[in-house]
């Protein structure tokens, strides 16, 4: 029922407020970037975020992150985060994703089965200011455009017309009903059909079969990938480190004890789930478990993938349980209403999507490792699609820029003041510019970091592994 007593500010109130935060915080502000006197090593902190995972993976993650300055990049979020923090903010809050690098935006299939695009990554989402989203999207992209050897003005095109694209879209949503904001979702094929017209053959071809490709990548190809025939009964398939099956990875004793508490974690996320949904989930049994080591800044996380069967070993269900710990936001951000870091995730994922993952759920582990640890489960792959970064040309990464843009601002208009927001964007390019100037000046700081933690893997600070 609705809070008969809660006032609720006009549209005309909402807009003065936005074009009032102007005078505050100037658009052409967001620019600034210098690095602050006491910055932290960011090595350090990078190390930081290491002492709670498994020892024996961090060394992958250190080797995942030196392999470029964009990986650094994915995997050094909570660096960014603190650099964030002393950057101009006009004090209007959204849910955030909190690690809104392009690679994080990709094709996701809904539960009715439309394949959509979206945000995927919400290990550190929390409420925050808007701005820091778009910021960090706006820097992968000048780090992926020099990667790709684009120049100067290519990078800034492409970082300019994002920002437009998030600024247009965020004003269209201003003025449109909170129910329509809430249904509004990007459906690939619609959206290809609107904008192919316009490509070059090649990219036509790229994208088409890129749409194909996603709808193939569900649970059946997971299971041809990720599962063998052992005898008469369907196990996962090592692929050390990055797949490794419980029973490979410890002895029969500690082996039996992690494996009841990971069926206990399953049976008990289910109680987050829709009531259809938990019915679905109860036909399943668990057949097997492994560990899987996931993505760059995720290295070292716990992280389990459980294969299920149904009605038999061709009815498949493939669960991601995945650690979640603190967001890197939430010492400049504040820690959000959630204590559990798996509802934190699941909360700001089903708040910023259009439409999650059926499965997508969590639940907290008593022991585990000797402390208390929280986690949140979905399916492992349903339709989904990476875009290729190293790949786009400049006029792809362009349209992709745009893609972006677009979808972060229908995200940050479900939970944030879409009106105030739109307001303070205003209808001129002056925070496309800001944000362009913005993202070339953290792209050199992000290299600077990188190359520190190529000196400490140098002298022996941290130990760096790579697996080909």
Same mark, same amino acid.
């Given at each position: 029922?609705?809070?008969?007593?809660?006032?609720?500010?006009?549209?005309?109130?909402?807009?003065?407020?936005?074009?009032?935060?102007?005078?505050?915080?100037?658009?052409?502000?967001?620019?600034?970037?210098?690095?602050?006197?006491?910055?932290?090593?960011?090595?350090?902190?990078?190390?930081?975020?290491?002492?709670?995972?498994?020892?024996?993976?961090?060394?992958?993650?250190?080797?995942?992150?030196?392999?470029?300055?964009?990986?650094?990049?994915?995997?050094?979020?909570?660096?960014?985060?603190?650099?964030?923090?002393?950057?101009?903010?006009?004090?209007?809050?959204?849910?955030?994703?909190?690690?809104?690098?392009?690679?994080?935006?990709?094709?996701?299939?809904?539960?009715?089965?439309?394949?959509?695009?979206?945000?995927?990554?919400?290990?550190?989402?929390?409420?925050?200011?808007?701005?820091?989203?778009?910021?960090?999207?706006?820097?992968?992209l000048v780090i992926a455009g020099?990667?790709?050897?684009?120049?100067?003005?290519?990078?800034?095109?492409?970082?300019?017309?994002?920002?437009?694209?998030?600024?247009?879209?965020?004003?269209?949503?201003?003025?449109?009903?909170?129910?329509?904001?809430?249904?509004?979702?990007?459906?690939?094929?619609?959206?290809?059909?609107?904008?192919?017209?316009?490509?070059?053959?090649?990219?036509?071809?790229?994208?088409?079969?890129?749409?194909?490709?996603?709808?193939?990548?569900?649970?059946?190809?997971?299971?041809?990938?990720?599962?063998?025939?052992?005898?008469?009964?369907?196990?996962?398939?090592?692929?050390?480190?990055?797949?490794?099956?419980?029973?490979?990875?410890?002895?029969?004793?500690?082996?039996?004890?992690?494996?009841?508490?990971?069926?206990?974690?399953?049976?008990?996320?289910?109680?987050?789930?829709?009531?259809?949904?938990?019915?679905?989930?109860?036909?399943?049994?668990?057949?097997?478990?492994?560990?899987?080591?996931?993505?760059?800044?995720?290295? /070292?996380? +716990?992280?389990? !993938?459980?294969?299920? =069967? &149904? $009605?038999? %070993?061709?009815?498949?269900?493939? *669960?991601?349980?995945?650690?979640?710990?603190?967001?890197?936001?939430?010492?400049?951000?504040?820690?959000?209403?959630?204590?559990?870091?798996?509802?934190?995730?699941?909360?700001?994922?089903?708040?910023?999507?259009?439409?999650?993952?059926?499965?997508?759920?969590?639940?907290?582990?008593?022991?585990?490792?000797?402390?208390?640890?929280?986690?949140?489960?979905?399916?492992?792959?349903?339709?989904?699609?990476?875009?290729?970064?190293?790949?786009?040309?400049?006029?792809?990464?362009?349209?992709?820029?745009?893609?972006?843009?677009?979808?972060?601002?229908?995200?940050?208009?479900?939970? /944030?003041? +879409?009106?105030? !927001?739109?307001?303070? =964007? &205003? $209808?001129? %390019?002056?925070?496309?510019?800001? *944000?362009?100037?913005?993202?070339e000046r953290y792209a050199d700081?992000?290299?600077?970091?990188?190359?520190?933690?190529?000196?400490?893997?140098?002298?022996?600070?941290?130990?760096?592994?790579?697996?080909?």
């Open positions: 029922m609705a809070d008969a007593g809660r006032t609720h500010p006009s549209p005309q109130e909402r807009a003065a407020r936005g074009r009032a935060a102007r005078a505050l915080v100037p658009r052409s502000r967001h620019a600034e970037f210098a690095p602050a006197a006491d910055r932290p090593d960011p090595v350090a902190v990078v190390e930081r975020q290491s002492a709670s995972r498994l020892p024996e993976l961090v060394p992958l993650r250190y080797g995942r992150m030196l392999e470029s300055p964009f990986r650094f990049f994915r995997g050094a979020a909570a660096v960014m985060a603190g650099d964030l923090a002393g950057t101009p903010s006009t004090g209007l809050r959204a849910q955030l994703c909190g690690d809104a690098h392009l690679l994080n935006f990709r094709l996701l299939a809904s539960p009715e089965r439309h394949l959509i695009f979206d945000i995927n990554d919400f290990d550190e989402t929390l409420p925050g200011p808007w701005e820091w989203d778009v910021k960090r999207l706006s820097a992968s020099r990667a790709n050897g684009f120049g100067g003005p290519e990078r800034a095109r492409v970082v300019r017309e994002t920002v437009r694209a998030y600024r247009e879209a965020m004003d269209g949503y201003a003025g449109m009903r909170n129910l329509d904001v809430w249904y509004a979702r990007i459906d690939a094929d619609e959206l290809y059909g609107a904008l192919s017209e316009g490509w070059a053959k090649e990219d036509r071809r790229r994208v088409s079969r890129v749409l194909a490709k996603a709808r193939t990548r569900d649970h059946l190809q997971a299971l041809n990938r990720l599962a063998l025939t052992v005898g008469d009964e369907l196990r996962i398939a090592p692929d050390p480190p990055l797949v490794v099956p419980l029973g490979d990875l410890l002895p029969d004793v500690e082996r039996a004890h992690l494996e009841q508490q990971l069926r206990e974690l399953v049976d008990r996320y289910a109680r987050t789930l829709q009531a259809d949904r938990r019915t679905l989930l109860a036909q399943y049994r668990v057949a097997d478990m492994a560990r899987k080591v996931v993505g760059v800044g995720s290295v /070292g996380t +716990r992280c389990w !993938i459980v294969l299920l =069967l &149904g $009605r038999d %070993d061709t009815d498949p269900l493939l *669960l991601q349980a995945k650690e979640a710990q603190e967001s890197v936001l939430a010492p400049y951000a504040g820690p959000g209403p959630f204590s559990n870091q798996g509802e934190r995730v699941v909360s700001g994922q089903r708040l910023m999507q259009a439409a999650s993952d059926m499965f997508l759920g969590w639940e907290r582990v008593e022991g585990l490792d000797g402390r208390q640890r929280d986690f949140y489960l979905r399916q492992l792959r349903d339709w989904k699609a990476i875009p290729q970064a190293d790949t786009m040309s400049p006029g792809l990464m362009r349209q992709f820029g745009r893609l972006c843009g677009t979808t972060l601002a229908r995200a940050h208009a479900r939970s /944030g003041d +879409r009106i105030a !927001i739109a307001a303070y =964007l &205003g $209808r001129s %390019d002056a925070f496309d510019r800001a *944000l362009a100037e913005f993202a700081q992000n290299e600077r970091d990188h190359r520190a933690l190529a000196e400490a893997a140098r002298t022996g600070r941290v130990a760096a592994a790579s697996v080909a």
